[in-house]
């Protein structure tokens, strides 16, 4: 097919099997299992001469087209969907470690992937060396030779500091590690991630992708440009799968042994997500930039941190990775925790909860919810106030979320 832009290709997927009805929209398959005409064909399948679902915990028709959208969206080798964005990023690590290697990862991650890898995956004898990844020498004096791979996040929350990609993606393909990326904040339509080196996408599509905040998801794309035989957890699997090992590994091993899968009504509810996700980003961009504007407009506002606005110091790598959208995330500061809480409790349309890139707009104090178990050096270590309030910015009427933190300001 030729190629079109983000929400032409994501109306037009052709489904992997004709649909008998012709139906418009992908039908919601909720089936645990898949009948076969012969015992002669249910062996073959079992043998992998003839592809075809089986039992809904590996694949599934609605779950897989949406893993096929995904895949011409992101312009990838392959896209497996799993049950949430935590379920991406384990079996994203459980395929490319075992006990006695180690990683190297971002310091300011997504509070449960800090957790997953510090607390539960350390427990099997994985090792995560944490840095800021700031600097290439400190990186390279951290790897060793059971080093397997970089994990980061593009854009850190509530801190939107924008990851030096480039450097990351020099010094891992220097050293054969794979340069794995939480994606999350950037979709697909303002981030290209195999263009930029990174061999592992993974998002939580519970955020962005679910259409706004309908369902939880997660995904990981390959992106076909690391040579599987250079990871000593998944050379193996080149042999049967080639360029497809990592994906086998993923799919016939942690995947299905784990049960992280998609649930095909979540899938529904996702491939909806995805045809509209480009004039969503776009509406709460918009709304971001006006909202920038104004917030700095106001005296009682003591500092805005959005690195899409021109003015700000991060928007030259916003530009150069996201098109000039490091995703749609904004935080202020008012003079104290109290002028904050007082001004939250007044807001009437703008909402008091923790999640991401919902349609509504969420406002949330971290200090106090999302770092309320850091102490307090802690916090200033990871760029945390008790005067700063992240903003997730919707898609409403930009005039009425200006009255309505005009009005709570006042
Ligand atoms: C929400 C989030 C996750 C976890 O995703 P879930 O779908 O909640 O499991 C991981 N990384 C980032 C950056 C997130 O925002």
Redesign the pocket.
Known sequence: MKKTGFTTTALNVPYAKQDPHKALQMPLYESVAYEFDSAEQIEANFKGDYIAHVYSRTTSPTVEYFELKLKALTQSRGVIALS???AA?SNTILALTKAGDNIISGNRL?G??YALLQTTLSEFGLETRFSDLSSETEIEQLIDKNTRAIYF?TVT?PQLDIADIEMLARVAKKHNLVLVA?S??TPPNVFNAGKFGINIEVM?T??YISGGATS???AIVDHGNYDWKLNPNTASYTEKFNDNAFLAKVRKNIYRNTGGSMAPQTARFQIQGLDILELRVEKCYQNCLALGEYLNSNPKVKKVSYPGLENDDRYPLAKKYFNGVPGTIMSFELESKDVCYSFMNKLQIIRRATN?NDNKTLIIHPHSTIYAEFTEVERIAAGINNRMMRLSVGIENVADLIADISEALK
């Open positions: 949430s964005g935590m990023i997504f449960h992937s996040e929350n939480d999350t904040i939580s519970t955020k939880f998801g997660g991401l």
